[in-house]
């Protein structure tokens, strides 16, 4: 089992930065390809980005594309999403997701989110 505890998020002017962490407890962390979600009030959720456990990205909404990246680091067991040129349609609740597992698990776990609000 994996848990996920997402932190860094907060309020930032537009244009400004945020760097978000995602923080992993369990075993086999190396096992998961990791994910970065959002979700704005009144829309659904949506892939940001997300990286296997070989640093391989896989890409999400065309909106973040030059402004966010997506690192890991498997002997912290940590996942960072460096936000950068932040604009108000930023704002949303970031999650954290875990899927895979040990010997081609299936296992899929969610943090509980941290609030990004993008507002002068």
């Known amino acids: 089992q994996v848990q996920l505890v997402e932190s860094g998020g907060g309020l930032v002017q537009p244009g400004g930065s945020l760097r978000l962490s995602c923080a992993a407890s369990g075993s086999a962390f190396t096992t998961y390809t990791i994910y970065w979600y959002r979700q704005a009030p009144g829309k659904d959720r949506e892939l940001v980005a997300g990286?296997?456990?070989?640093?391989?990205?896989?890409n999400g909404v065309d909106s973040v594309k030059g402004r966010f990246t997506i690192s890991r680091d498997n002997g912290k067991n940590m996942v960072y999403l460096q936000m950068n040129s932040l604009k108000p349609e930023d704002t949303a609740v970031y999650f954290c997701n875990a899927r895979g597992g040990p010997r081609g698990g299936t296992a899929n776990y969610w943090g509980q989110g941290t609030r990004v609000t993008v507002s002068s």
């Open positions: 990286i296997s456990k070989s640093g391989d990205v896989t």
